[in-house]
């Protein structure tokens, strides 16, 4: 297939990325909804993202960000040797971009977005690495963040007891966080998962950081309660696991 093949197919997969990112979170039945208001559009001003929302008024900038980006990484992807093979990494990075912008817009990990990413990691794992590595690498995953979540929902529990406080109605990490660690175990394996955690640790740390020094020129202060998803890191990790892979 030749590159501008791929680079047509990756614009379309970025429509569906854009599509499942606006109409999953909001149940919307599959009609297509504004990123912003959530009000219904008909198809041919949906697609026209640069033009105004006709109910808020706002242009939904993501839709063609997504699909510069799937056009640019579609391409890079084609050009560069996979040890994986192109088609299981652009797949891959399809639906990571998914998740990416629905965690960061929505805060949110959807059970069938996860359900189904834990279908293609095993898929995919077992491909790789075979049964018992990939189920190794599964039960790693899902295990420490299971642990992460009883400890650190548990620690803000006991904070806000201490103060005196009602409990935080969002807690500090999402179950869907957790499937989502377990993908990420069962794409790699044992003892690729334990990488990919690295990875997504790493990425996480180096973005926080970022951000503490952006707020402290911007605002003056340090930013220690801002909300950090972190479903786009581990994602982020997962795919930089696959491609360093010898
Ligand atoms: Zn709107």
């Given at each position: 297939m030749a590159l501008a093949g791929v680079v047509l197919l990756s614009i379309l997969a970025g429509m569906v990325v854009n599509y499942a990112a606006d109409v999953l979170p909001r149940r919307s039945g599959g009609k297509p909804v504004c990123m912003f208001c959530g009000q219904p559009m008909p198809?041919?001003?949906?697609?026209?993202?640069?033009?105004?929302?006709p109910h808020c008024g706002r242009r939904r900038w993501r839709h063609g960000v997504v699909l510069a980006l799937m056009a640019a990484v579609g391409a890079w992807l084609?050009?560069?040797?996979?040890?994986?093979?192109?088609w299981p990494?652009?797949?891959?990075?399809?639906?990571?971009?998914?998740?990416?912008?629905?965690?960061v817009e929505h805060r949110l990990i959807l059970h069938s977005v996860s359900g189904f990413g834990a279908l293609l990691g095993l898929v995919l794992g077992v491909w790789r690495h075979g049964w018992l590595p990939t189920l190794w690498g599964g039960l790693f995953g899902a295990g420490v963040m299971l642990a992460l979540f009883f400890l650190g929902n548990g620690y803000v529990l006991w904070k806000a007891r201490r103060a005196g406080e009602p409990p935080?109605?969002?807690?500090?990490?999402?179950?869907?966080?957790?499937?989502?660690?377990?993908?990420?175990?069962?794409?790699?394996?044992?003892?690729?998962?334990?990488?990919?955690?690295?990875?997504?640790?790493?990425?996480?740390?180096?973005?926080?950081?970022?951000?503490l020094l952006y707020?402290?020129?911007?605002?003056?202060?340090?930013v220690m309660d801002a909300y950090l998803p972190y479903g786009p890191f581990l994602m982020l990790g997962t795919l930089l696991a696959i491609l360093m892979a010898k």
């Amino acid at each position: 297939m030749a590159l501008a093949g791929v680079v047509l197919l990756s614009i379309l997969a970025g429509m569906v990325v854009n599509y499942a990112a606006d109409v999953l979170p909001r149940r919307s039945g599959g009609k297509p909804v504004c990123m912003f208001c959530g009000q219904p559009m008909p198809w041919g001003a949906y697609f026209r993202w640069w033009q105004p929302c006709p109910h808020c008024g706002r242009r939904r900038w993501r839709h063609g960000v997504v699909l510069a980006l799937m056009a640019a990484v579609g391409a890079w992807l084609w050009l560069s040797p996979l040890k994986w093979g192109f088609w299981p990494v652009w797949g891959l990075t399809v639906y990571a971009l998914a998740v990416i912008v629905m965690d960061v817009e929505h805060r949110l990990i959807l059970h069938s977005v996860s359900g189904f990413g834990a279908l293609l990691g095993l898929v995919l794992g077992v491909w790789r690495h075979g049964w018992l590595p990939t189920l190794w690498g599964g039960l790693f995953g899902a295990g420490v963040m299971l642990a992460l979540f009883f400890l650190g929902n548990g620690y803000v529990l006991w904070k806000a007891r201490r103060a005196g406080e009602p409990p935080p109605e969002e807690p500090a990490l999402g179950f869907g966080d957790v499937t989502l660690m377990g993908v990420l175990g069962l794409l790699l394996g044992w003892p690729g998962a334990a990488a990919g955690l690295a990875l997504a640790i790493l990425l996480g740390g180096a973005f926080s950081i970022l951000f503490l020094l952006y707020g402290l020129v911007r605002w003056r202060r340090l930013v220690m309660d801002a909300y950090l998803p972190y479903g786009p890191f581990l994602m982020l990790g997962t795919l930089l696991a696959i491609l360093m892979a010898k």
